[in-house]
């Protein structure tokens, strides 16, 4: 069966790919780098052909607002049309656990719109929610220029990218759901507790500040938002083994998020001209 990974070369595009592979599926990574670019439709008919099933793990180049909006809203149509065409029998989408409570940022906005595309498309879908990443937290604690690093201490249910994959990989082979699923961690913590688990694990020096105005991708958030429903499916890395793997390999981060990433000489991820998206807006 072949199934096409729409944002194959990101945090979970990737590990997407090579769960798919590992189960006999033949995944194909498609983003940009390798020819396919959603934005334009530029190589997504091509890469669709003899598909069956579309995963889109795309994100836009900049967590900027209107460049989000237009990313998701034009991407979200080309893929759309380009499955009808080829067929595909399960369209399937990561979104974020308490996008509809965040709608007052942009980001978010872009994200609900992505869903509503895929729902009114009438191609089968399925949508999954995810809370989350830890990765994603660590990017955010270890591209932290400032020595104190601001973070909401709302309550999440964090996530190991690698259950995320394996959750999506599941749905690639399985039938269409038709409805709204959501993924979380194992366990619930404070957000700011996370980083400070990370900063400190990593002994660099950087200090994590409780800060009920800090922003998560703009938005300020309340004390549950980021909180999954009862019916959420439940990864089953725990943070504290993520951590102790991550640390084997000297860095938990890798990207940040859209936008450009160096290497750090010592392996930290760095994001020179990304915002932090969790960090307060000036
Ligand atoms: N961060 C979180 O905690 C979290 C939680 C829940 C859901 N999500 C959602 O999960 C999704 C994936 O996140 P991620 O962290 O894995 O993303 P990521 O690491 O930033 O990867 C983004 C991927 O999108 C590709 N891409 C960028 N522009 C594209 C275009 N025009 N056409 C096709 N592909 C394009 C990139 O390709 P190149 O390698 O060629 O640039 C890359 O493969 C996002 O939609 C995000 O909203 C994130």
Redesign the pocket.
Known sequence: MKVVV????????RRLVRKLDQLGATAIA?????G????TGAGVAEALAGAEILVD???A?SLDGATALQ?FEA?GRNLLDAGREAGIRNHIV???VGVDRLLDQHYFQA?KRQEELVRASGVPFTILR????FE?IAAVVQDGTEGEIPISPALAQPIAAADVAETLAELALGEAAGQTLELAGPERFRLDDVATEIATAFEDGRRIVADVHARYFGAELQETSLLPGPNARIGSLRFEDWLRDCLKVQSCAE?A??GPSVEHPGGIPTHPQAASPMLPTK
């Open positions: 729409i944002g194959g070369t990101g945090r979970i595009g498609a983003a940009p780098s390798r396919v670019d959603a934005l793990v795309s994100n180049p990313y991407a990561l979104s974020i994200k995810s809370t989350q990443f994603f990207q998020g859209p």
